[in-house]
């Protein structure tokens, strides 16, 4: 990693946010005394940066969206912008929920998935020419609600990728043998 990083600073601060569910998995590694995760301890260096991530809670991991979509999404995105952090963590995650990791067209997903999977792909590829034909499609599929969260879902990944990558953040199987909910 390109930072420093204090465990005695990131221990403070993270302390303040260990019950938050969008850091579940690194909350169960701090009760062990292990180190969190790579990206969490980068914005415990910063507690606004950690307080602003925190609020990712109300759609992520147990949003309105269904879990599958949202953890294809990640996938796909992360992959896209070769996140090595997002990309291998969301891939144990998804296996360990048994969520399907196979993103092909041949794969099998619901629509509502593979929808969501070329949606996020357009808008990281060139979120100013996605046609309205697909647009269409994806309405038919997701209310106006579902289709801003999922949007949103792809922007906020997509920091975390540029974060991760510009950091130099990896991951390290730190997720093995926790209980992924």
């Known amino acids: 990693m390109r930072i420093t990083i204090d465990p005695s600073s990131v221990a403070q601060t993270f302390s303040k946010f260990s019950d938050n569910p ?3 998995e690194s ?4 009760a062990r005394g292990l180190p969190i995760a ?4 980068a914005f415990a260096m910063n507690e606004n940066v950690l307080r602003a991530f925190a609020g990712f809670e109300s759609i992520y991991p147990h949003g309105p969206i269904e879990r599958s979509i949202l953890e294809k999404v990640i996938l796909r995105v992360s992959q896209l912008h070769e996140c090595q952090f997002c990309t291998n963590s969301h891939l144990e995650i998804m296996q360990d929920l048994g969520i399907a990791t196979d993103l092909s067209p041949a794969a099998a997903q619901t629509e ?6 070329e949606y996020a792909e357009l808008i990281t590829r060139d979120s100013n020419g996605i046609p309205n034909a697909f647009f269409e499609r994806l309405r038919a599929a997701f209310s106006d609600s579902e289709i801003v969260e999922l949007t949103f879902h792809t922007g906020f990944i997509t920091m975390l990728n540029r974060f991760n990558n510009a950091l130099q953040v990896r991951y390290r199987d730190d997720f093995k043998g926790l209980e992924i909910r």
Do not use: N, P
Not at 38 to 41: G, K, P, T
Not at 112 to 117: F, P, Q, S, Y
């Open 27 to 30: 909350a169960q590694l701090f």
């Open 38 to 41: 790579e990206m969490i301890q």
């Open 22 to 24: 969008s850091m579940q």
């Open 112 to 117: 509502r998935e593979r929808l969501a999977v």
